[in-house]
DNA sequence: TTTGCGCGTGAACATCCTGTGACCGAGCCC
DNA sequence: GGGCTCGGTCACAGGATGTTCACGCGCAAA
């Protein structure tokens, strides 16, 4: 179950349904004003956009961890149908959208019945292409949210979503739903996360100025996991940007390989005088 | 006493849902050779489809507890949009389709916006409709996640979907539709659930804000299950979060000096000096 | 090295969340 | 109709959680 992803993975937090987060797009085509008006608007509302020439195979795509793919058929060729089908059944998790020229019934069934969530028809307006794409993945976030969610684990910490949690080994941090939620953003992105991200990210909205909400919980979360996991530091703070999640074992803990976590749960009073 | 009142339930209550091959279906549509035409094909299918001549309220829409509602828009008037908003906004769980006539780039932003899953044009192909309907609640249903149907037992419970019903060895817990659907979902799904979702596959819609019903009914299964099993506890809160079942051994129990399944929080404090 | 702002810290305070008992209306059976 | 069960709402209370504040240290620029 634990699977461990070692220290590195690219950003693909999405922390649930407080702030819908950005749509990671890439569109496979090749007709130059298309993808210039697309990309003008996909700019303007913050998707991750990201523009194929050339079909990617299923490895790439993983690796890019898209919400969606908008593809033209017509730059795939004949083999565009298996093409269409293999990405449908191996990426359920990925919303998409054949947008291409004109079509016949037969050819926009076969497309849907393969896998694909839409067909749009061009020519066809940005606008109405992007609510086709948004559609989609909304109906596919409902799902996706927990099931895709797997385990992780950064040095001695476990991150487990299914449970709201993170562990040391078999005992609980007693986190709260917050502080887990930062955590759980910050353990996804593998990046400095400035303050204003953090905050919109896991409360929903603007983050007031001057307020100290996200030092403080960043601090309660240093706390626990230092009660947890003491021989390692994993929030560190980047002075006048943010905060950055990433597991270093202590450099005065020389070597041991064996250390025991020590005990936990005793995160208030006696540990610390 | 402890004989269960199954008899009969009320036809939508709990199997409906469970059925993932059959797509309840309802047609809000007036073109009597548009819905000959439909039926015909979603016969053959074996959908269970619906005409409907007129607007159904919210209330009737979720007794129907439909997995896909095809709407023309022409026939709701001017009142189309805010009917649409709110059939969305209430039943998240349900694909909207609009199947209308000819329309203006806008408007088919302003339905997917509001939350229609797909928009198509009339005249269309049946066949056409059908595989966006396919695709609406395929997309819908991933990651609902399989209620299991066998018996179960978690530590002194065993579940019965089959007789909708709990027992602790032979007698019955005599829980209520609502508190085995509840306990039912609970036992299926190995994580956290938010009362939202909770609420949702249970009840079938969006639960309305500051709803405490799941709350109640957990208070009310957590009673029964004491009752049945009080050395045992089994759905656990997690604050901020929602419920989670899990068969625990109340460690307040001395009496018995059976095997401890050793929970948590019992590492030996020697062990990490 | 000095200075100024950013940041860590602890605690007080305000707020929200949850468990709980009581209550009420609808449906059902006698 | 009367009694019952069931689903659902309400208000209350206690506790867990989130937010704010003041103080002092530390980091980086000059």
Redesign the interface.
């Known amino acids: 179950m634990s699977i461990d992803r070692s220290v590195t993975l690219p950003d693909a937090a999405g922390s649930a349904q407080r702030a819908p987060s950005r749509i990671r797009l890439a569109v496979l085509d090749r007709d130059p004003g298309f993808m210039q008006v697309l990309a003008k608007r996909l700019d303007s509302l913050g998707c991750e956009y990201r523009p194929l020439a050339a079909p990617v195979g299923l490895e790439g795509l993983v690796t890019m961890r898209l919400n969606a793919l908008v593809v033209d058929l017509a730059i795939l060729g004949p083999s565009g149908w298996g093409y269409l089908e293999q990405v449908c059944a191996r990426l ?1 998790g990925m ?1 998409v959208i054949v947008c291409t020229g004109p079509s016949s ?1 037969a050819q ?2 076969r497309g ?2 393969l ?4 067909w749009v028809t061009k020519p066809c ?1 940005a ?2 292409l992007i ?2 794409i ?3 993945v909304r ?2 976030r ?6 895709l969610e797997a385990t992780a684990t950064f040095g001695e910490i476990t991150v487990r979503p ?4 993170a562990y040391v ?4 941090l007693e986190l ?3 502080e887990f939620e930062i955590l759980h953003l910050l353990t996804g992105a593998d990046r400095v996360l400035r303050r204003e991200e953090i905050y919109e990210r896991v409360w929903g909205y603007a983050m007031a100025h001057g307020d100290r909400s996200v030092d403080v919980f960043v601090r309660k979360l240093r706390q626990k996991l230092r009660a947890g996991s003491p021989q390692w530091s994993y929030i560190h703070t980047h002075f006048g940007v943010g905060y950055r999640f990433a597991p270093e074992r202590e450099v005065d803990a020389p070597e041991l390989d064996l250390v ?6 005793m995160l208030d009073p006696a540990l610390a005088g």
């Open positions: 359920p919303a019934v926009r069934v849907l019945r896998g694909a969530d839409a307006h606008e109405e609510c086709v948004e559609a989609a109906r596919h409902r799902g996706e949210m927990p099931t299914d449970l709201h949690q080994g078999p005992t609980s709260t739903a917050r025991e976590p020590a005990p936990l749960h």
